[in-house]
């Protein structure tokens, strides 16, 4: 099957940055989109940024210019690195796939288990 493994969360303060970073392995054909999707405590998880194969980028209004989504297609790897952080961005930080599996002809949706991110002086 495939996995996806978060990492790089963790405590920063106000102002401060993070990268994230998300790796998949296993039976992969290819990935089509990638992405960070957050959950805030007693709120929904929402979406901060996608990224396709070709490297089109799709943000959340609320995170355009503070933060910036990238991948390594060969290493299947998303990253998300976050400037400026405000507390209102904590949250547990999910890592999604868009997966092509080597028998099947449409993608599987893969998530990883979270990150954790703190934003607190």
């Known amino acids: 099957q495939v996995q996806l493994v978060e990492s790089g969360g963790g405590l920063v303060q106000p102002g401060g940055s993070l990268r994230l970073s998300c790796a998949a392995s296993?039976?992969?054909?290819?990935?089509?989109?990638m992405g960070w999707y957050r959950q805030a405590p007693g709120k929904q998880r929402e979406l901060v940024a996608t990224?396709?194969?070709?490297?089109?980028?799709n943000y959340a209004d609320s995170e355009k210019g503070r933060f910036t989504i990238s991948r390594d297609n060969a290493k299947n790897i998303v990253y998300l690195q976050m400037n400026n952080l405000k507390p209102e961005d904590t949250a547990v930080y999910y890592c999604?796939?868009?997966?092509?599996?080597?028998?099947?002809?449409?993608?599987?949706?893969?998530w990883g288990k979270g990150t954790l991110v703190t934003v607190s002086s």
């Open positions: 999604y796939a868009g997966v092509r599996l080597p028998h099947l002809t449409w993608d599987m949706d893969y």
């Open positions: 296993g039976s992969i054909f290819s990935i089509n989109d």
């Open positions: 990224i396709t194969s070709g490297g089109r980028r």
